[in-house]
């Protein structure tokens, strides 16, 4: 029972043009979503999130759409680098684990590679 | 600079033969997580502490076990490895008031021969 998926394992982008990288969810109990970045050797590292109150976040070449009512997130990347080459995980907390502090659930990732 | 820390990065064990893995922040941060990963799937929460206090989820296995002896250090012990769980295994991080921002470390690859 995967309650978050990445449908696309890989995206392949020119540098220089968008990335759109997506995420869909299942539980409805999920109000806080986020992209973590892994470089190979490195573990993952925070990105960018929102909050479900929201149905957009910027954060310079990143933004971040929700559409709680398709139950499904994306990750825009504007202009794509090369640097940006990487695993990208969307992962989703709520309070249905009924704790105070974040339990993330991932989905499986989408390798991103941008050529030059 | 404040991070985390796993050793080793790459553990070999045998088919059976108890293994510890260790993590150590200098984030100083409440909680820390323990979670498997498999190839091309997602990191699967294993367990997690707030401070001392040891939450398992309910699906992990009574052969992985954990310690948190201080703040700083918490150890994954694999008590009896199978071929199964041959994975990454990353340690995060987080303070209690945001505890979805999570910070990781680069992971220990183990290898089940």
């Known amino acids: 029972d995967q309650q978050v998926k990445q449908n696309s394992p890989s995206l392949s982008v020119q540098e220089g043009r ?7 969810y299942t539980n409805s109990m999920f109000d806080y979503f986020l992209w973590y970045k892994k470089y190979p050797a490195e573990g993952p590292t925070f990105l960018i999130s929102i909050s479900s109150i929201k149905d957009k ?37 709520g ?20 050529h030059p | 600079d404040a991070m985390v820390i796993q050793n080793p990065r790459y553990q070999v064990t045998q088919f059976g033969k108890p293994v510890t893995l260790s993590c150590s922040q200098t984030l100083n941060h409440n909680v820390m997580y323990w979670y498997q990963q498999k190839s091309s799937q997602a990191p ?25 002896p201080n703040t700083s250090f918490c ?30 470390g680069p992971g220990t690859r183990l290898l089940v021969l």
């Not at chain 1, 968008?18 to 869909?24: A, H, K, M, T, V």
């Not at chain 1, 989905?107 to 941008?114: A, E, M, N, R």
Request: glycine share 10%; charged share 20%.
């Open chain 1, 18 to 24: 968008i990335s759109i990288l997506n995420c869909d």
């Open chain 2, 44 to 68: 699967k929460l294993l367990f997690h502490y707030y401070d001392k206090d040891f939450n398992n989820e309910a699906d992990t296995p009574d052969n992985f076990q954990s310690r948190r």
């Open chain 1, 57 to 93: 976040n910027e954060d310079g070449r990143f933004t971040v759409f929700l559409n709680k009512s398709a139950k499904h997130l994306s990750l825009h990347i504007v202009p794509s680098q090369p640097g940006d080459s990487a695993v990208y995980f969307c992962a989703s907390t």
């Open chain 2, 75 to 104: 150890f994954l012990d694999i008590r009896s490895p199978g071929l199964g769980d041959a994975a990454m295994y990353l340690c995060a991080t987080s303070t209690l008031a945001g505890g979805e921002t999570q910070y990781f």
């Open chain 1, 95 to 114: 309070n249905a684990g009924g704790t105070s502090y974040g339990k993330l659930t991932f989905g499986q990732g989408t390798i991103l590679t941008v």
